[in-house]
């Protein structure tokens, strides 16, 4: 399987530490270099691509928009 070029700032190596399964989705905390990336997909996803917490994955981030507000 070839992953598609991607702009290295929007992705993040690491390993999931934490799984919360629910009926439909399922929130994965992901452990990288950077800090802690949560993301939520559904749960059949978990499934199929067997995420189990200590699998080393890579988190892709896409947005649309972000707001940014100066402190």
Request: no cysteine; net charge neutral; charged share 25%.
């Given at each position: ?14 390993k999931i530490r ?6 439909v989705l399922s ?10 990336v949560t993301s ?32």
């Amino acid at each position: 399987m070839s992953t598609p070029t991607i702009n290295a700032r929007n992705q993040f190596r690491g390993k999931i530490r934490e799984i919360v399964h629910g009926p439909v989705l399922s929130e994965l905390d992901i452990e990288t270099p950077a800090g802690t990336v949560t993301s939520v997909i559904t749960t059949r996803s978990v499934k199929e691509l067997d995420l189990q917490v200590g699998t080393e994955v890579l988190a892709f981030v896409k947005a649309t928009e972000v707001a940014v507000a100066k402190l």
